[in-house]
């Protein structure tokens, strides 16, 4: 049985049940489970863990590690058994949102490219165990993933111990398209080779000695689907401005007429703004991102882009399908990477990437909060956007003026948690329009920010607390007393409008 | 004459006074002059820029660009002639200073490894004029710089015009010293080939059209003395937190015997850091740095340290006679590099940098503010400080833990700027103790910060706002009615102790 995904015939006796794998957990362990942005997550045995969690006497907290965010409520159900005690480097469940900002479970907020780095280096702790979906194992015990390489490929090979989930769901004809190359522990690195987004550096699956591989499990679940919103009038509009401007861009001769790779962060905004360059004049553009989402097979499609590399897939339901049932068709426009590499500064600035990340809120300065609601409450966490932000030639954080019918302002005198700061942000964009910050001192930005982004029901207030601050001197003139003013009038009468 | 200084006699002829050279600058013009932390800067045409706007009835404005900080009072003879609309990307002049916290002069505070890479990408507006010291010319006309190579190289490339100052007071013996590689403008650029400190990828002077070269001026004067203050009792206590720290991590297992090579930013506090690594058990230490400072020299006269790498070299004045008397001893264990190149994402991840920068104050989650003194009044600039912590392995903030005899905390409940962000601060250490927060929450880290880093004095002020802020809840607590307290509280008695 399972000849054709499991090649390596001294592996096949290690199948086994989900439950039977997840014995090989231990309270206290740390875990590495596959996964990013729901595409390839382990499916079965971190819900073993779970229901072990729940009814066995015996305490069962790990630590668990993953690419990014995991499908099939899998977050929501290791955080209602008790499971997780310590849960990086991103995530996107409403529950264990609760339960982190709560400070039940330590979650830790950490550029994606950055994980494994400080795994490798012994300073995360040693990894017990590695839970990898796979697509298939080869002839000589290589673990081929399936639609995201995330962080598995560090995972499997700085793991004790293996656990591979070959989910039969997922297409065989995925393999080939993943290439895996792992930089070597420092001080003795060598560049890392990627001079364009379809160079293949590595390999096309995850070599590891095969007696760690302690347990196969068969699965045969598609991935979760995505859950983004499609593009509305807002998001086409800042879709708009944003190509009216890398027009201007090229036709000063700042850009090639193809543009320089673009990425897309995770989310509604990103992918619909990155939708827009389907309509836009640019020809022949690449994709150098992490999340390939819906946009991206538009661009694709359209014939608007020659390549995409990424760290994972994630679709929409009707768009999986009608991917999946036809990747060859993709095969030679397609790879996927290790999100340390799709996320490497070193890359990030060689390319001089496009980076277009979603803002939670911005304040007239550029600064970006990315991650925390009123300052304090996680929402998912910084993901990539550090990554591409700090090294893109063109940092771009976009968002609608406004949320919840007008009440909050994304646009804020200071913002209270400072994700990006005003050194790595280039430009603002909103519905309104665009504020090109590159090289304005901050009096310049606060300028164009306010009356280029902010919503006009906000700009008066706005100009109000820049001008008071202003009178009272400074390079970035903040009026301390009154900084957070939006937010804490928002916190006392369900808006920040006067 | 000077044909040991101008080997190319074509070129003898442009040479002329620095009044008459400083006509070649007009109103509104972009202007790049060399100088990284008072070495190596342009010491004649500038002040001649700054005597002509004195005296002229034209108005005389312009955008200044440099390395880093100048010295020989040119930015404040420049802003006090009113010849400064624009600075950047660094300076710490006191009266420069005030003129920008007026909002006089814009002033653009810019990572130091991006001014350039701007500046190609026509981002920046177009050169005009470079004004480059030089310690020869080449028989090809290549300039040799002096004393730091900061953004010289570029600015050369770049402008339309270039003016050479000839300093013989620079020793003609640092020609050699320098390794000049400039990237490719991107799209098309291949890795930056230096995987060790001591790696020569370039040339030793730099090569440009002859024809550029509008005028030549002889000069004779040495650089500022820089003005670190000697360690102290506090900086030594910092210092073996710092090596007992890495003694640590090198016993775990986590970093080789003879460590990763070190960073240490502008100032005192990082300066007598490194010095004290003179008396640590490591050996065969190597340092990638932006300023060689003097403890850079304590390394390397001791033989703790094997080799140096840096963008200018800053030295007090003692140190001055004594180094520059005696360059042949240092030759092979010393190299200067454009700012771009010691400052790059790409070589600062690849080699796993320890960075040590000083922060003006750091929060109880470990933001750091480095630049912005009451948050508002910009002290000197981010200089290289995110460049190197955002991608070093290791990045450690250092600060005293009070100031102003006790009536400034540098450990505060929130950031009111935030240069560096939770993400990307892996060590915050003061006199008190270190903090070393990889991996941790923020509620984990601020307890670690709170106990081992902030002065007794705060302790229990900072402990009731983590209390009372922690009971409202979220990821990162805070309350915002109260988290610039110790802020306000300051302004308002001079104290922040209640």
Chains 1, 2 share one sequence.
Not at 321 to 340: A, C, G, H
Not at 374 to 384: L, P
């Amino acid at each position: 049985m399972y000849e054709d995904r499991i090649r390596c015939a001294a592996l096949r006796g290690k199948i086994t049940s989900a439950a039977a794998a997840a014995q090989l957990v231990r309270d206290g362990m740390i875990v590495g489970a596959s996964g990013f942005t729901r595409a390839g997550d382990a499916k079965a045995v971190p819900l073993e863990i779970a229901r072990r969690a729940r009814e066995e006497n015996e305490p069962l907290r790990i630590t668990l590690m993953t690419g990014a965010s995991l499908g099939h409520d899998t977050d929501r159900l290791l955080t209602e058994a008790g499971a997780l005690a310590r849960r990086l480097p991103f995530q996107v469940d409403a529950t264990l949102r609760r339960a982190i900002n709560r400070g039940d479970v330590m979650f830790v907020d950490q550029h994606l490219s950055e994980t494994v780095e400080l795994l490798r280096a012994n300073r995360l702790g040693k990894l017990d165990l590695a839970i990898i979906e796979a697509a298939a194992i080869t002839e000589t015990g290589g673990i081929v993933p399936t639609t995201s390489v995330g962080n598995s490929a560090s995972f499997a090979i700085l793991a004790e111990r293996v656990i591979v989930e070959i989910n039969l769901a997922q297409p065989a004809a995925l393999e080939g398209l993943h290439d895996i190359w792992i930089p070597e522990r420092r001080p003795q690195r060598d560049p890392l080779p990627i001079v364009e987004p379809h160079d293949r550096i590595g390999a096309a699956a995850i070599e590891i000695p095969i007696e760690k591989i302690a347990a196969i499990v068969i699965t045969n679940t598609p991935d979760s689907a995505s859950t983004v919103l499609p593009a509305d009038h807002d998001t086409a509009l800042i879709a708009g401005h944003l190509i009216e401007f890398f027009q201007h861009e090229v036709s000063r001769g700042r850009l090639p007429k193809q543009l320089p790779p673009l990425q897309a962060g995770i989310g509604t905004i990103a992918n619909a703004v990155l939708s827009g360059f389907a309509a836009s004049p640019f020809e022949a553009l690449t994709i150098y991102s992490e999340v390939l989402q819906d946009s991206t097979f538009d661009l694709l499609d359209s014939g608007k882009a020659t390549f995409a590399s990424g760290a994972s897939i994630t679709l929409s339901a009707q768009r999986q399908e009608k991917v999946f049932s036809e990747i060859e068709r993709y095969r030679d426009r397609l790879v996927l990477r290790p999100q340390e590499v799709s996320n490497h500064p070193e890359v990030i600035r060689r390319l001089g990437l496009i980076a277009i990340n979603t803002a939670l809120e911005a304040d007239i300065y550029g600064n970006v909060n990315s991650t925390h609601v009123g300052g304090t409450h996680m929402m998912n966490g910084i993901g990539g956007s550090g990554d591409f932000a700090r090294n893109a030639a063109y940092a771009v954080f976009a968002t609608k003026s406004v949320a919840k019918d007008g009440r909050i302002s994304s646009i804020v005198p200071m913002v209270p948690h400072c994700d990006h700061n005003e050194h790595d942000v280039d430009i603002v964009v909103t519905e309104r329009g665009l504020a090109n910050l590159t090289g304005l001192a901050p009096r310049e930005r606060a300028m164009s920010v306010i009356q280029n982004c902010a919503h006009p029901l906000y700009r008066d207030l706005l100009r109000d607390y820049y001008r008071d601050a202003a009178a009272l001197g400074g390079h970035t003139p903040h009026r301390l007393d009154q900084a957070f003013s939006f937010h804490t009038r928002f916190a006392a009468t369900g808006s920040m409008l006067p």
